[in-house]
């Protein structure tokens, strides 16, 4: 059973830095993808950033400069660096893994159970 998990949210004032980690358990055969994603009360979710096994990057125009993605695939965790955070930044962040559980697996994504971040002005 895999499971996804982040944790490191909280709440920071206007122009403070959270980092977010994002952790997987259970039997991967190889993940492909890893993103974080966020969801404001009353909006969709909305892509932040995501990062290849490539190590290609692609951020939101609105957290360009201010997020890092980073991975590490030895421990299977992605991480989310937010600096210069702004109230409009406040959300539940997720994260979601598009992996395979073995070689003759399909892809699928799975998603964490979300964190929030919450940036007072």
């Known amino acids: 059973q895999v499971q996804v998990e982040e944790s490191g949210g909280g709440l920071v004032r206007a122009g403070g830095s959270l980092r977010l980690t994002c952790a997987v358990s259970?039997?991967?055969?190889?993940?492909?993808?890893m993103g974080w994603y966020r969801q404001a009360p009353g909006n969709q979710r909305e892509l932040v950033a995501e990062?290849?096994?490539?190590?290609?990057?692609n951020y939101a125009d609105s957290v360009k400069g201010r997020f890092t993605i980073a991975r590490d695939n030895a421990e299977n965790t992605v991480d989310l660096q937010m600096n210069n955070l702004k109230p409009e930044d406040t959300a539940v962040y997720y994260c979601?893994?598009?992996?395979?559980?073995?070689?003759?697996?399909?892809?699928?994504?799975?998603w964490g159970q979300g964190t929030q971040v919450t940036v007072s002005s």
């Open positions: 979601k893994l598009d992996l395979r559980i073995y070689s003759g697996a399909q892809r699928r994504d799975y």
């Open positions: 259970g039997i991967i055969y190889n993940i492909y993808n």
């Open positions: 990062i290849t096994s490539g190590r290609t990057t």
